[in-house]
């Protein structure tokens, strides 16, 4: 319950914000679950090692409740982009006016793909190329998919930040046993036991870690 409640996988249906107002990732590239471990990394790389995920009322229809209910988020909401940005400020935002030029930008482009493409629609289950880009019309860092405008109140923030989900094979073991290798006596720990990813090769959800009594 609680690992769902600390996932913030909205952002392919939104926009991804740091600290000086600028979006540093292509939110819709593919799929959040080819994407939320390197957008990770790149939020580490942001100012303060944060960022802020932005919806219109269109788009925030689409989160999830279990990551983004009132009781699990602190949500900065508003009813003009520029109020939510001036109310960004207070949570860590340095440029709003940068961040408010770029939600302009970012809607101009939506508007010229729609013209260039006007049989695209919007489909959150496949990668619908729904773009920012266009031949007469694009951004210096274009959104792939899913680019809803950013057009319609109220307008919905989240600060957010980066957790360890799980290992990714991080713990060494004896090969032969599956044992817990210690990294003070280089030996294995008596009773611990590993299996699945964390011992190595591909990732699964069907990991264990277990200690035999």
Not at 20 to 37: C, K, L, P, Q, S
Not at 140 to 148: M, P
Request: proline share 5%; hydrophobic share 35%.
């Amino acid at each position: 319950m609680l690992t769902n409640q600390f996932t913030k996988s909205g952002y392919p249906l939104g926009l991804m914000y740091n600290a000086d107002g600028d979006r540093f990732v292509d939110e819709g590239i593919d799929m959040r679950n080819f994407t939320y471990a390197k957008f990770g990394r790149e939020i580490l790389k942001q100012p303060n090692a944060i960022a802020f995920q932005i919806w219109d009322a269109d788009g925030a229809k689409w989160l999830r409740q279990e990551e983004y209910s009132d009781d699990v988020v602190e949500k900065i909401k508003a009813d003009t982009v520029e109020e939510l940005g001036e109310k960004m400020e207070k949570k860590g935002l340095i440029n709003p006016a940068r961040f408010m030029q770029s939600i302009k930008e970012y809607n101009e482009a939506v508007k010229a793909h729609r013209a260039e493409y006007p049989d695209k629609k919007f489909d959150p289950s496949v990668k619908d190329g729904l773009s920012t880009k266009s031949f007469k019309n694009g951004l210096r860092l274009d959104k792939t998919n899913w680019a809803l405008p950013i057009v319609k109140g109220p307008y919905l923030a989240v600060k957010i930040t980066c957790g360890i989900t799980f290992t990714f094979g991080g713990l060494k073991i004896n090969p032969e046993t599956s044992a817990v290798i210690s990294q003070v006596t280089d030996e294995p720990i008596p009773g611990l036991y590993a299996a699945g990813e964390m011992v190595g090769g591909v990732s699964n959800r069907l990991s264990s870690f277990v200690r035999l009594v």
